[in-house]
């Protein structure tokens, strides 16, 4: 009898955890979008999770910035989720008209643009999002492009 009880109190427990656990990941998970750099055409690559992607040559690129605490605005064409990531075009009096690889819940994002598109990036945090950025700044020197 006392086996059966601990057995039905384990299930329980592992159950509720898995609630936990889903329930995070559906509200706080972070963007499942992605950079990539590529040294050899000094690219750089945003993937996100509506299967589109936007590509820059950093020596065309007109402007990046760090932007703390952005108005995102809203959304044109695409899609925010529970968990505060944004896809999709969307708009704002501040970023202007842009392509978004980001999540609301970050604070800050990088603004990068060419002359023919606008993308807003972040990471998890306003610290690791600026490393970030200041890594693309050195990069986009390297380029020419300032």
């Known amino acids: 009898m006392f086996h059966g009880d601990f057995k039905k109190r384990n299930t329980l427990f592992l159950l509720a955890v898995l609630v936990l656990i889903s329930v995070y990941y559906f509200f706080y998970s972070q963007p499942v979008a992605s950079m990539q750099f590529s040294e050899n055409d000094l690219s750089v690559t945003f993937s996100g999770g509506e299967s589109d992607s936007a590509t820059f040559l950093l020596k065309n690129v007109q402007e990046i910035s760090f932007v703390e605490e952005p108005d995102y605005g809203k959304c044109l064409d695409g899609s925010i989720s ?3 990531n944004m896809y999709g075009l ?3 009096d ?3 008209t842009y392509q978004a690889y980001a ?3 970050a604070g800050s994002c990088i603004l ?3 002359a ?3 993308a807003v990036f972040n990471y998890e945090n306003t610290d690791t999002t ?3 950025y200041e890594e693309l700044r050195k990069y986009w020197k390297r380029a ?3």
Do not use: P, Q
Request: aromatic share 8%; net charge positive.
């Open 82 to 84: 529970n968990g505060g």
């Open 90 to 92: 969307w708009c704002s």
């Open 94 to 96: 501040l970023l202007g």
């Open 103 to 105: 999540s609301s819940r």
């Open 112 to 114: 990068i643009k060419d």
């Open 116 to 118: 023919e598109k606008t």
């Open 130 to 132: 600026y490393s970030a």
């Open 144 to 146: 020419g492009a300032i």
